[in-house]
């Protein structure tokens, strides 16, 4: 199970949010390279890398994930306002992983353009789920899209990977909800990443334990807190 750093970027900054709320967002550095450095320098194979200015409407950070994509020595994952093929494209060109994609994967017309474009192992589907439904547009939106529906679709399309967040959790240090990411077992040709609600190493390892099909967990302020350290997590970090 690979523990993944993230880095939300919001107006240049990386910051984390508190359940997707920008009004309870805390800066952690006005730096992102220096995160991305701090991460690779800890251990990180994958890089979780968030555009939220661009998935809330408000610009983006595009010069920065560029600077990214250009000096990472680890893989980077990109998301944040991918709704077209062009910019999907260019960041696969520009060196990332794969793509995440949010509201636009409920378009099935431009999910099958990127399934074509790009092919399905470049692509995630972001999977935020609020009161066991989908929730869209920069996660402001609930929809009545219920969430393990949705995953069952992205299987059938022929999707690799699902990022599943947990709203109601993420940022908040409350630790993960296990029951939920269990119900999760059944997708077996997808790699599933969990996110929401990390809080502690007990929180990794309850997952690794007892959600083993779990392909990895996405940390944010549990890492920028302190909370656990990258370079001394004891469970498999390959």
Do not use: C
């Not at 997707?20 to 390279?33: A, E, F, V, W």
């Not at 794969?98 to 399934?115: A, H, Y």
């Amino acid at each position: 199970m690979l523990i993944i750093p993230a880095i939300d970027l919001y107006q240049g900054k990386v910051v984390r949010l508190t359940k997707g709320d920008p009004s309870l967002s805390k800066i952690y550095s006005d730096n992102p390279l220096e995160v991305l450095k701090r991460w690779e320098e800890d251990g990180a194979k994958l890089v979780h890398v968030v555009d939220l200015s661009a998935a809330l409407g408000q610009g983006d950070n595009a010069v920065i994930i560029k600077d990214i994509l250009k000096k990472a020595k680890a893989k980077v994952q990109i998301g944040g306002g991918i709704r077209s093929l062009d910019k999907a494209r260019e960041l696969i060109s520009l060196g990332a992983e794969r793509v995440i994609i949010g509201t636009k994967g409920i378009d099935e017309s431009f999910l099958n353009s990127l399934i074509s474009a790009i092919g399905p192992e470049k692509i995630a589907l972001g999977v935020d789920v609020v009161h066991s439904n989908l929730a869209i547009d920069g996660w402001k939106k609930e929809t009545d899209f219920n969430a393990l529906d949705f995953i069952a679709y992205l299987q059938f399309k022929g999707i690799k990977w699902v990022i599943y967040t947990d709203i109601s959790r993420d940022g908040t240090l409350g630790g993960v909800d296990l029951t939920m990411i269990k119900e999760l077992s059944t997708f077996e040709k997808i790699n599933i990443i969990v996110s929401g609600g990390v809080s502690s190493l007990k929180d990794l390892k309850k997952i690794k334990n007892e959600a083993s099909f779990v392909w990895g967990v996405i940390a944010g302020k549990a890492l920028y807190e302190g909370k656990i350290d990258l370079r001394n997590i004891n469970i498999d970090n390959s």
